[in-house]
């Protein structure tokens, strides 16, 4: 049984049928029935003339059934799928032209839309959000008990017992689960589902343009339980949330029914195309002729042993690209005309800004990209450095579990234990996360040369985020304490715990006066990180911080 993937291999045919209106994909062999809709007193019931049948409630517009090959998937709990737990009364309507079918949804100032194509087994989605008037933005496909098993990090079909607030699970075994424990950030995946049977039922992503967080934030994506599974397109997510909401019309992204295969690319966010929609009338629907893109000819001055990634951002809309290995070249088509503020990413790391504007049917064209050697922190010189500025925690401790588990998971390695600068294996050696409950007061031990000893040094602290106002304050050889530093804007949700260490990087630097230092310099001098905070509860939820590096200058 497969599950979420970005561009997997081994992918079935898929027969690519051009029509007039656009391009309609065909997925194994279609029916008798003619496309078309009906009415069933309750519900429009549309037959896409291939293998799918699907109702919307005409009192809701909650999806009531997904019929395909004759089996329903839809529902768990007695609950249809719909956005957030359901909108309740609606106005809903329907027409057809040509080959598509629109169903429209309005509840009060949110519109929703989904669509149907002749042939396909997909059915398009849109949802435009005007105002906070619905508190968030998600659209849940609840697929009934049974239809797919699995035990994957987002499932909690097999961890009966809970250890946090109400979505976090023990198994027996010790292993942890939750519907927040995606392991993937929005850059790297392009859908997510199931497969099983010779069925693969899967929900393909939007481009996110009216979501928040950027490339690297993570959400829910799907879940198990006893009850059914949910899949989920999240367009704007409250947990460590970085950014304000944006609204809008955001879409389109696809319910799509497989014979057990990943979707079509041609789905994708950045490669499906809808020329189709474009005469169907939806409010906010932007087409590619009023779109532009922004192009680089490469970015000098990159570490090549780092992705880099190119951002563009505004309080209207967000897009992201990849910066080419060789020599950073960059494309980031089908931008919202304005002006963005475009930054460039070393890993999670902003190490480069400017602004960029953007026009309808053009292309912004940017000339090389110089990245200023101060603007990277690792170019700086550092008599011992742990970690790698990246803006993430990776190499260090427990990091690479903590995107899919609870800290408390019988997986990660002992919270506690302090490290020795020299002997090699430092970052391995150096926990992830720091709490104020569970390790805080971590010790560093390290020699220093008579001429360093000599002199006063900057000791930096990089975070990704923090939980609770957790932040480092740090004491030299029991004889100089730093003054506690003022926290930085961080998220005001648990991030440390449900999957995420993304928030708000920051660097806290420290004055050390020569002072501090042994001036033996046989002995080890000894750095101990405290976690200092006024807020947080205890245990894994006292505050706390994930670290990105520290070092010691020259």
């Known amino acids: 049984m497969s599950g979420s993937a970005n ?41 896409t003339g291939a293998q799918l049948v699907f109702k919307v409630s005409k ?22 799928s719909h956005i957030e737990s359901g909108l309740g009364a609606s106005t809903v309507g329907i027409k057809q032209s040509g080959s598509t079918i629109l169903v429209s949804v309005t509840h009060g100032t949110l519109k929703h839309y989904y669509a149907a194509r002749s042939g396909e087994n997909n059915v398009y989605l849109w949802t435009d959000k005007a105002d906070t008037s619905v508190s968030a933005t998600r659209y849940i496909v609840r697929v009934k008990k049974g239809a797919f098993l699995n035990d994957e990090p987002d499932s909690y079909t097999y961890a009966p017992t809970t250890i946090e607030a109400s979505d976090v699970f023990r198994k027996s075994d010790g292993q942890t689960r939750s519907k927040h424990y995606s392991k993937r950030r929005v850059m790297d995946y392009d859908y997510v589902g199931w497969s099983a049977g010779g069925v693969g039922l899967w929900i393909v992503r939007s481009n996110h343009e009216k979501a928040s967080g950027g490339p690297f934030y993570r959400s829910l994506l799907r879940h198990q339980s006893a009850d059914g599974g949910g899949l989920y397109e ?14 809008g019309l955001q879409g389109p992204y696809v319910i799509a029914f497989t014979d057990g295969g990943a979707p079509s690319s041609a789905l994708f966010p950045g490669t499906l195309t809808t020329p189709w929609a474009d005469a169907l009338g939806i409010p906010g629907y932007v087409p590619a002729s009023g779109r532009g893109k922004v192009a680089g000819v490469g970015i000098s001055g990159r570490n090549t042993a780092h992705p880099y990634t190119v951002g563009l951002a505004n309080s209207a809309a967000q897009y992201w690209g990849s910066a080419r290995s060789s020599d950073g070249y960059f494309s980031v088509p089908g931008v919202l005309p304005g002006t963005y503020t475009l930054t460039v990413f070393k890993g999670e790391l902003a190490v480069y800004t400017t602004s960029v504007s ?27 450095r742990i970690g790698d500025w990246n803006g993430t925690p990776g190499g260090f401790k427990n990091a690479d579990l903590m995107t899919y588990a609870h800290p408390s998971d019988a997986r990660a390695a002992s919270w506690t234990g302090n490290v020795v600068i020299g002997g090699g294996g430092e970052t391995a050696a150096f926990p992830c996360y720091l709490w104020k409950d569970v390790n805080s007061g971590l010790l560093v031990y390290f020699k220093l040369t008579a001429a360093q000893a000599a002199a006063a040094h900057t000791l930096r602290i990089g975070v990704t985020t923090a939980y609770a106002n957790g932040r480092p304050q740090v004491t030299v050889n029991d004889s100089w304490t730093s003054a506690v530093p003022s926290p930085p804007t961080q998220p005001n949700t648990r991030s440390l715990t449900n999957g995420s260490y993304r ?13 501090a230092w042994k001036t033996d310099t046989s002995q080890y001098n000894v750095l101990r990180i405290d976690v200092v905070s006024g807020s947080g509860a205890t245990g894994f939820l006292s505050a706390g911080t994930a670290i990105d590096a520290l070092d010691l200058l020259m």
Not at 234 to 247: C, D, M, P, W
């Open 59 to 80: 009192s809701t517009g909650d999806l009531t059934s997904l019929v395909y090959r004759g089996t329903e998937y839809q529902g768990y709990g007695g609950m249809n």
């Open 7 to 47: 561009r997997p291999v081994g992918r079935r045919a898929f027969v690519l049928a051009a029509t007039a209106a656009g391009t309609a994909l065909t997925v194994g062999t279609a029916h008798a029935a003619a496309f078309g809709y009906s009415d069933d007193g309750s519900n429009y019931v549309v037959d």
């Open 358 to 384: 953007v026009s309808a049917g053009g292309t912004t064209t940017l000339n090389t990209i110089a990245l200023p050697s101060s603007n990277d922190p690792a170019n700086a010189n550092a008599i011992w």
């Open 503 to 515: 928030g708000n990087n920051h660097t806290f630097t420290y004055s050390v006066p020569a002072s």
């Open 234 to 247: 999240i367009l704007h997510y409250g947990q460590n949330q970085t950014e304000a909401q944006r609204f």
